[in-house]
């Protein structure tokens, strides 16, 4: 059975530093992770999606890599802001089926 | 505006009191699922649909009914509600789905605000 892992569970920065979040996974048979943003009572934000033969993708100052083979993918930020914070929380689409599994997240504290 | 909406964002009800939960999307896309998020728990998918009148089960299907009459909607019905089912609920549609995301013109998932139900 699939299973996703994030760490950390929470992450606490000042301004202005370029961060790394990690999401594991067990099963490497994914179609595809994508990255999403939760706000407090808010629902989720796509970010950023990686198909399983790419390697990364960029949105402005958010980069996200992918290795299927090691089971890890990672998100960079780059020069964080205070309105960055949020619950950042990353999903596989699992192989021979649409079933989507996520991780628990890692909630993020930019602080002015 | 392109979104997925959720009725009602707020509900409180009793053990065994029939309720359902809506979901429409306006983008006319052919995969729409639900999920609930618990605390320590994480995100779980209960259901989903890859187009009209198909429905598969989730991780979590139990207590759970869905329907898919029409494109557009896809409603959550709790037929007899119990305390642990208590949760946010969230909707989530896409264009295409799993292997059909391999290729280009893919697109993420897209959810709703959520639904906060509280079962008394």
């Known amino acids: 059975k699939q299973e996703v892992t994030q760490i950390p569970a929470a992450l606490s920065v000042p301004e202005g530093e370029n961060l790394v979040l990690n999401c594991s996974f067990t099963?490497?048979?994914?179609?595809?992770l994508q990255w999403f943003r939760q706000d407090p009572g808010k629902g989720l934000t796509s970010l950023l999606l990686?198909?399983?033969?790419?390697r990364e993708q960029t949105s402005g100052r958010l980069n996200a890599s992918l290795d299927k083979s090691s089971g890890r993918s990672t998100l960079y930020i780059a020069a964080s802001q205070p309105g960055d914070s949020a619950t950042y929380l990353c999903?596989?689409?699992?192989?021979?089926?649409?079933?989507?599994?996520f991780g628990k997240g890692t909630k993020l504290t930019v602080n002015p | 505006e392109a979104q997925v909406t959720q009725n009602p964002r707020y509900l409180i009800t009793v053990t065994g009191k029939k309720l359902t939960v809506t979901c429409s999307q306006n983008?006319?896309?052919?995969?729409m699922s639900w999920y609930r998020q618990d605390p320590g728990l994480g995100l779980r998918q209960i259901y989903y649909?890859?187009?009209?009148?198909?429905?598969d089960k989730g991780d979590v299907p139990e207590g759970y009914k869905v329907s898919r009459k029409e494109k557009r909607n896809f409603p959550l019905i709790l037929e007899s509600p119990s305390p642990n089912q208590t949760s946010l609920y969230f909707c989530?549609?896409?264009?295409?789905?799993?292997?059909?995301?391999?290729?280009?013109?893919?697109?993420?998932?897209?959810f709703g605000n959520g639904t906060r139900l509280t079962v008394t």
């Open positions: 989530a549609s896409s264009p295409q789905v799993g292997a059909r995301l391999y290729y280009p013109n893919n697109s993420p998932l897209h």
């Open positions: 099963d490497s048979a994914i179609y595809n």
């Open positions: 990686i198909q399983s033969s790419q």
């Open positions: 999903a596989v689409t699992q192989g021979g089926s649409e079933k989507l599994v």
């Open positions: 983008m006319n896309h052919e995969y």
């Open positions: 649909s890859m187009n009209v009148e198909v429905t």
